[in-house]
């Protein structure tokens, strides 16, 4: 069964780590490009940061350069992100997602987790 | 950075046509893909590069770009159609991938 299966969230203090992974599953791993995008209570989708299919390239939004991570263990068919000094901003349901390629102009995320909750807060 | 805009909501009857738009700078240019999103769910693929749809998804979805607006529509319209759906480009400029805000649909 092709999916990709979040964990690692919960709640934290502000200014202290969190590590999330999401195990992949139903297909080549390694072949893929990687993507966490994030949704806050009540807004809209907001990407986070990708990782090639080999991990030697790494990009992240700006809100989270810096503190963010973005790994993968293609062995372990999975993806991580470290986060550290947390901030309330950070609260959301964080979901893995795989990329695609389109035309080799573009990328759309075509297989999505079911997400994990982060919740920064004293 | 590129920005994405959406209406914040449509609203349509059953068996008629929903047109979401989703404004950006020479959008006709980019690639355009569209994600439906159900309370409590996981985001689903509807339309990518544009016009094509997943396997899985009804003859239904369909979508257009052409100069500043791309548009996804559902045509013959469901109750199990209201959703959230978002716009989504790769920036090229940046190696960033933006969303729109969103639109809800309401049937």
């Known amino acids: 069964q092709v999916q990709l299966v979040e964990s690692g969230g919960g709640v934290v203090q502000p200014g202290r780590s969190l590590r999330l992974s999401c195990a992949a599953s139903g297909f080549t791993f390694s072949n893929y490009g990687m993507h966490w995008v994030r949704q806050a209570p009540g807004k809209g989708l907001d990407w986070v940061t990708v990782i090639s299919y080999d991990g030697s390239n790494k990009y992240y939004v700006d809100s989270v350069k810096g503190r963010f991570t973005i790994s993968r263990d293609n062995s372990k068919n999975t993806l991580y992100l470290q986060m550290h000094s947390l901030r309330a901003e950070d609260t959301a349901v964080y979901y893995c997602?795989?990329?695609?390629?389109?035309?080799?102009?573009?990328?759309?995320?075509?297989?999505w987790g079911r997400g994990t909750l982060v919740t920064v807060s004293s | 950075s590129y920005v994405l805009t959406q209406p914040p909501s449509v609203s349509v009857a059953p068996g008629q046509t929903a047109r979401i738009t989703c404004g950006g700078n020479?959008?006709?240019?980019?690639?355009v893909h569209w994600y439906q999103q159900k309370p409590g769910q996981a985001p689903v693929l509807v339309v990518y590069g544009g016009s094509d749809r997943p396997s899985g998804i009804p003859e239904r979805f369909s979508g257009s770009n052409s100069g500043s607006t791309a548009t996804l529509t559902i045509s013959r319209v469901e109750a199990g159609d209201e959703a959230d759906y978002y716009c989504?480009?790769?920036?090229?400029?940046?190696?960033?991938?933006?969303f729109g805000d969103g639109t809800k649909v309401t049937v």
């Open positions: 989504q480009v790769w920036d090229i400029r940046t190696d960033h991938y933006v």
């Open positions: 020479n959008i006709g240019t980019n690639s």
């Open positions: 997602a795989r990329a695609e390629e389109y035309r080799s102009s573009s990328m759309y995320f075509d297989l």
